[in-house]
């Protein structure tokens, strides 16, 4: 694991906010409080803590106790009375090349007006809304509308089908949901309000859907229930007075959905105060956010990376930064290359798969664009290989500009393992963890392991953008976060540390699959296939994949009677689509007559993937057959 570092240019460090990374890094591991209270003290509080932390019903740690803020007034308000009134906040660009920027004193009103609306039907603090939009600029808008009066977004990616949908609703049991007519993808129309009129019909809470026209299709609107979002912020409801109401620091900010090891997925809770310092503090220091910049996070606002770091935290900072609305490859594959130097886009932050996707067409599309306004480059969602990171060092940032490989989790709330601009670089190394971040790599007698040998990657002290638990469920956060290592979180992650205490994060050794940098878990497309009338068992792997990091691998033992035919693999290929989302279908589906058990009759899933890999299954003493 030695090997070449790759060392910051002066043009960045001289920029950099954080000069002395050791420096800040040491007094912040010291003392995290000292540190995380001198970052809270740079935003506006309606009134300040009485204590930096409450860990007295540990797991269920508390940030900022007695504190009281509302994130949205440090997002907006706090702009209106300095030149950051006028600044764009946003730049949009949809993917026919239609274009709109919103300045913080528009987006303040726009914000301000929604939530009026929503007040309007009933939304109080407290009440869950489900959001369930593509990328349009009303979709960032109508977060910050719930988060400013105290309603809980739930955000839904608008890739997510009826199903995954409907499943969604009813956990968080919102009587609201916020959508469009449709969105597109590569010139195609995704029918966005059919979906959410399916997933709403089978409800048993919305009664009231709320609609922006995007691409203006024919959809069904139920006449009482839903309402088109442009009539309703052209009424006098919608007045663009609304002050943000003041919130306890712990009060929720939002939810998320997230895979995990069983087929429910479980909705990740996080709070206005400790999240809104965490993800300030994060943004400003490893993008190293500065007036002047226009910042690109390429994902979408419906994943924690957009809620983080498209959403939150730029507006926390102030910041500049570009929304574009489709495929990185449509219509041409220099696409990205021409918004970054149409915008002059000074930071780019996106996934491995979207880079391994675009090297895949060559030198000659980012080579026809003046990317010379890249100063910093981003990379997140799952291991970068080092191949992909010098494509993008040298190819993209003209071997000047750093790339932040940033690990970190929807439960983590910001980055956690990442470097900063002053950091030498390994690549596939995220560095070290962040100031106030205490980790370690245990083995599974909660040992630390010697350096380059692998083990179970731990968070050893709590953080203020941490989770608070998964909502209606405090039991499995204890249990699937505190209960292996007593005291420590447990990631689901397996890690090296090499020789200078660089930190190596391999992959999930849960039963999580990273397809595309999405988190998908075994047991939901599992219990997809299991869904299908013809289906008996099931059993689903990651195996490597050039592009996608891993692909789905399913093994189905068919019902009784049922044909194993070629029509049929489509047929739950396609139902897995459906019930899951176009990200969860399977590559393989193969039939086959019974799945390698333990005698307490767990699938073991590892045994199933050394024979696809054709490797060694080693220790099987458990295997029941
Ligand atoms: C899992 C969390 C947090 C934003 C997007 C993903 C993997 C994430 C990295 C990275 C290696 C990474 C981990 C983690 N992961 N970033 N830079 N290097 N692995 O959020 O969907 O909650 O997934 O993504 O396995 O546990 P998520």
């Known amino acids: 694991m030695t090997q070449k570092l790759y060392n910051p240019s002066q043009k960045v460090i001289e920029k950099a906010h954080i000069k002395d990374w050791n420096k800040l890094n040491e007094s912040a591991q010291a003392d995290p409080e000292q540190f995380w209270t001198g970052m809270a003290d740079e935003l506006h509080w309606h009134k300040k803590w009485d204590k930096y932390i409450d860990d007295t019903n540990a797991p269920f740690y508390k940030f900022f106790v007695g504190a009281q803020t509302n994130i949205t007034y440090n997002c907006l308000d706090v702009h209106l009375t300095t030149a950051n009134r ?40 407290g009440d869950r809304v489900t959001i369930y939009m593509g990328r349009v600029m009303e979709q960032v808008i109508a977060m910050l509308a719930c988060a400013r009066i105290g309603a809980v977004h739930s955000v839904v990616y608008g890739g997510f089908s009826t199903e995954a949908l409907h499943e969604r609703i009813e956990n968080s049991q919102s009587k609201v ?26 409800s048993g809470y919305v009664d009231t859907i709320i609609c ?58 996080h709070t206005h105060g400790g999240y809104m310092v965490g993800t300030y503090t994060s943004l400003k220091y490893v993008f190293d956010i500065h007036d002047e910049d226009r910042y690109w996070c390429a994902a979408d606002p419906g994943w924690i990376t957009g809620h983080s770091y498209i959403v939150y935290g730029p507006l926390l900072n102030g910041a500049t930064s570009m929304i574009y609305e489709g495929a990185p490859n449509f219509p041409y594959p220099d696409r990205w290359w021409s918004i970054v130097e149409k915008y002059g886009i000074n930071i780019l932050y996106t996934a491995p798969t979207a880079i391994r996707g675009l090297m895949r067409y060559g030198d000659a599309w980012p080579r026809r664009h003046d990317l010379s306004s890249l100063r910093l480059l981003g990379s997140v969602g799952e291991p970068i290989n080092p191949e992909a990171w010098r494509w993008y060092y ?31 670089l390994k690549p596939g190394s995220g560095t070290r963890p962040f100031p106030g971040i205490l980790m370690d790599i245990l083995d599974d007698d909660g040992n630390p392991v010697a350096n380059g040998e692998e083990g179970n990657l731990v968070i050893k002290n709590p953080w203020p953008s941490m989770m608070r638990t998964i909502y209606g469920d405090d039991e499995r956060y204890k249990t699937q976060y505190w209960s292996k290592y007593p005291g420590y979180y447990l990631t689901g992650d397996s890690a090296k540390r090499d020789e200078d205490g660089y930190y190596w994060v391999i992959g999930r050794v849960d039963d999580v699959i990273k397809v595309s940098g999405y988190r998908l878990g075994t047991a939901e497309i599992e219990s997809a296939l299991v869904s299908h009338p ?39 290929t396609q139902h897995v689509g459906k019930e899951v989302g176009p990200i969860a ?7 086959i007559d019974s799945l390698p058990k333990t005698r307490s009759g767990k699938i073991m899933r590892r045994v199933l993937k050394a024979k696809a890999l054709g490797e060694d299954p080693g220790n099987i003493s458990t295997l029941d057959d």
């Open 86 to 125: 006028n600044k764009i906040a946003y730049i949009w660009e949809s993917e026919q090349g239609e274009t709109k920027s919103v300045s913080y004193f528009a987006l303040h009103r726009e914000v301000s007006k929604f939530s009026n609306v929503l007040k309007s039907f009933g939304v109080k603090k």
């Open 212 to 269: 922006v026209q995007r691409v203006k299709n024919e959809v069904e609107m139920v006449a009482g229930r839903d309402h088109w979002y442009h009539k309703l912020m052209e009424m006098p409801i919608a007045s663009s007075k609304c002050e943000a109401e003041i919130l306890d620091a712990e009060d929720p900010l939002f939810m998320l959905y997230t895979s995990g090891t069983t087929g429910k997925p479980k909705a990740i809770l």
């Open 177 to 202: 949901l916020i959508t469009c007519d449709g969105s597109y993808q590569r010139g195609k129309v995704v029918e966005l309000k059919k979906i959410a009129n399916e997933a709403a019909d089978r």
């Open 534 to 572: 013809s289906v008996a068992e099931a059993a689903a792997i990651g195996m490597p994949h050039e592009l996608k990091g891993n692909a789905i691998y399913t093994y189905v033992i068919l019902v009784n009677g049922v044909n194993p035919t070629e029509e049929l693999k489509l047929e739950l």
């Open 394 to 424: 040298e190819t993209i940032g003209n071997s000047e500009c750093p790339i932040m490989d940033t690990w970190w989790q929807t439960e983590t709330g910001m980055f956690m393992i990442t470097p900063m601009p002053s950091v030498p």
């Open 585 to 591: 279908k399977p590559q393989s589906v193969e039939f």
